[in-house]
C-alpha cells in the first residue's frame, strides 16, 4: 500500500509528538519540521501528500509559509491544513485566503486530527463525482464553471480554496433561496466531521473578499444563514 506522506510543521515538541505518534500508529508516513525555514525547505524536498501547518511559529511564520508554498510550482497544488489556536481568527482568515484547504483550532483530540487529515486527502484523491459535466452558472457579473472548479468575477479569474468554492457552488446552486449554516457545513464536508458555524462564518468572509463587489451578491439573512442574490 503507498502510505500518504504528511509534512508536520509544529514549534512546539509536546504537540509535535503527539501528532507524530497518532499518524505513524495510523499507517501514515511522517516528517517534521520545528521552524517555517526547514518546514518550507522540507515541503519543497520531499513534496508530501499533505501539510500540517502551525500558524505560530518562530521566524517565518505560518502564513508565510502557507503564502510560498502556494507560489512555488512543486506544492501549489498540496494540500495544507493550519493548526491555530482561538485568538487567531484574523489569521485563519488570512491563511484561508492564502490558500489553506483547512484549519484545526487547538486543542484538538487525534480523533478530529484524523478524521480531518483522511478527509482532505479523500478529496484531493476523489474529485466530485458528476463534477465535469455539470454546466456552468452565470449570476451577473459572476461566473461559476463547476467542473472545471473556475470562478470569474468581473471578468477576472478567482482563486478560491476547496471549500470556498464547495460553499459558493452551494449559494449559486439556487440563487435567491437561503441556506442555513447547516446545510452549509454539510455541503462542506458531509458527515465527515462537526464543523462550526464560525467556520462558515470565517468561509463566507473569505469568499466575499476574494469575490470583489461580486462579494456583495451573497446575502446575510440575519438568524437564517445565506443567500447568493438573484
Ligand atoms: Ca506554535
Not at 79 to 103: C, F, Q
Not at 152 to 159: G, I, L, P, R
Not at 176 to 184: A, D, H, K, L, P
Amino acid at each position: 500500500m503507498n502510505k500518504s506522506l504528511i509534512l508536520v510543521i509544529e514549534d512546539e515538541e509536546d504537540i509535535l509528538a503527539l501528532i507524530h505518534y497518532n499518524l505513524v500508529k495510523n499507517g501514515f508516513r511522517v516528517e517534521c519540521a520545528t521552524s517555517g525555514e526547514e518546514g518550507y525547505k522540507k515541503a519543497r524536498d520531499l513534496r508530501p501528500d499533505l501539510v500540517l501547518l502551525d500558524l505560530m511559529l518562530p521566524g517565518m511564520d505560518g502564513t508565510d509559509v502557507c503564502r510560498l508554498l502556494r507560489q512555488a510550482p512543486d506544492t501549489k497544488e498540496c494540500p495544507i491544513i493550519m493548526l491555530t489556536a482561538k485568538s487567531e481568527e484574523h489569521d485563519i482568515v488570512r491563511g484561508l485566503d492564502l490558500g489553506a484547504d483547512d484549519y484545526i483550532p487547538k486543542p484538538f483530540s487525534p480523533q478530529i486530527l484524523l478524521a480531518r487529515v483522511r478527509a482532505v486527502l479523500r478529496r484531493r484523491d476523489k474529485p466530485e463525482a458528476g463534477a465535469g459535466h455539470a454546466e456552468p452558472i452565470r449570476v451577473r457579473d459572476l461566473y461559476i464553471h463547476p467542473g472545471r472548479n473556475q470562478v470569474v468575477a468581473n471578468d477576472e479569474a478567482v482563486e478560491l480554496t476547496y471549500t470556498e468554492f464547495k460553499v459558493l457552488m452551494l449559494l449559486a446552486s439556487r440563487p435567491g433561496w437561503v441556506f442555513n449554516r447547516t446545510q452549509i457545513v454539510d455541503a462542506i464536508h458531509g458527515e465527515d466531521y462537526a464543523v462550526t458555524d464560525r467556520a462558515v462564518d470565517v468561509q463566507i468572509v473569505g469568499l466575499r473578499k476574494k469575490l470583489g463587489s461580486c462579494g456583495d451578491y451573497i446575502e446575510t439573512v440575519r438568524g437564517v444563514g445565506y443567500r447568493l442574490k438573484e
